[in-house]
């Protein structure tokens, strides 16, 4: 089995600042790529920013300028630094990590953290 332990969410005014972090364990041999995603209500579930193994990120056009995402390996940790936040950036935040296990790929999402940003 895997777990994802996410935290950093909160309630914060905006132009405020919230770290999220998501650390998994478990069966993983190695990580491939590791990525947040949200989903505000009413809405559907959208990527925020994803980051490989190698140290490659991708970001959607709402997250870049304010969001960095960062991986650390060693503790199969991924962080996203959310500046500038907004009210349309209220959603619960959901951990998404893709891995190796026994030769196979899987994929495995967190329980989520919400994030609320008031005006």
């Known amino acids: 089995q895997v777990q994802l332990v996410e935290s950093g969410g909160g309630l914060v005014q905006a132009g405020g600042s919230l770290r999220l972090s998501c650390a998994a364990s478990g069966r993983i041999f190695s990580i491939n790529a590791m990525g947040w995603y949200r989903q505000a209500p009413g809405k559907q579930r959208e990527l925020v920013a994803t980051?490989?193994?190698?140290?490659?990120?991708h970001y959607a056009d709402s997250a870049k300028g304010r969001f960095t995402i960062s991986l650390d390996q060693w503790k199969n940790t991924v962080y996203l630094q959310m500046n500038s936040l907004k009210p349309d950036d209220t959603a619960v935040y959901y951990c998404l990590v893709i891995y190796i296990s026994y030769l196979y790929a899987y994929d495995y999402w967190g329980q989520g953290t919400q994030v609320a940003v008031s005006s």
């Open positions: 980051i490989t193994s190698g140290d490659s990120s």
